[in-house]
């Protein structure tokens, strides 16, 4: 095969693999920031890039599971952006310290203000506050849809199916780690022992000080009736001298 037709295979499968990979790191995507332990709150941020060099991204929707729903969400406001959280009614009320929640957020969108939103070349990041996230499964998969200013709508809605390729517009997921004993703010059993400790040491501490203090006139006491008695014969020597005279 001459050089030239080899340059050009090459340059062809070049091109394929960078068509087939784009997805995979251009996508919208959701991170926690730190963990999402299941049962407890998360500061989650929604990676949103601009594939486009020819339009800015407007519009983002971010579709929250229905199967899991989340009673508490909370957007950070944005300069630039519009909020709006959508809530709905639950079949079955959720219970969340011990009250009945009776609806959750279903959707949150952001709509850029200025006219400019997300550039080309760009990423934004949308940050929310959830909770409480729950203790019966591993991943939350949100279905997030991206609206360009020349209208164009990407829909990051198909669910990653085990043992098969990324699909072409996969939905964000969160994956969730494991409970701690303190997720719900509950104090733990270091928590306590330290307590009890420090209490300990400070009653111990002030016992202390009330001994040394009886120490300190227990001596003062002392050292007053021993200055009383030399007083004393002091006292009587100088009398029994002056009868002498």
């Known amino acids: 095969m001459k050089p030239s037709r080899i340059a050009a295979a090459a340059a062809v499968a070049g091109t394929a693999v960078l068509a087939v990979s784009s997805p995979a790191f251009a996508h919208v995507s959701v991170q926690p920031e730190g963990t999402a332990a299941k049962g407890g709150y998360a500061v989650i941020d929604f990676k ?46 959720l219970e969340m310290h011990g009250e009945q929640i009776g609806e959750a957020v279903t959707k949150v969108t952001w709509t850029a203000t200025d006219g400019k939103g997300i550039g080309a070349g760009y990423f934004q990041k949308f940050p929310l506050s959830v909770g409480a996230l729950p203790e019966n499964t591993d991943e939350l998969v949100f279905k997030a849809i991206q609206t360009y200013s020349n209208k164009e709508v990407v829909r990051w809605i198909e669910v990653q199916q085990d043992g098969q390729d990324e699909p072409e517009n996969p939905a964000p997921v969160l994956t969730l780690s494991a409970a701690t004993a303190d997720h719900h703010g509950s104090a733990t059993a270091e928590d306590t022992a330290a307590r009890t400790e420090t209490t300990a040491s400070s009653d111990s501490g002030s016992s202390g000080g009330s001994d040394t203090t009886a120490r300190v006139l227990g001596v003062v006491g002392i050292a007053v009736g021993a200055a009383g008695v030399a007083y004393g014969v002091l006292a009587g020597r100088r009398r029994s001298t002056g009868s002498e005279a």
């Open 48 to 93: 949103v890039p601009n594939e486009r060099d020819n339009a800015s991204t407007t519009k983002v929707e971010v579709n929250f599971p229905t199967d899991h729903p989340l009673a508490s969400v909370m957007p950070q406001p944005m300069a630039g952006w519009k909020i709006e959280v959508t809530k709905t009614k639950l079949a079955k009320p």
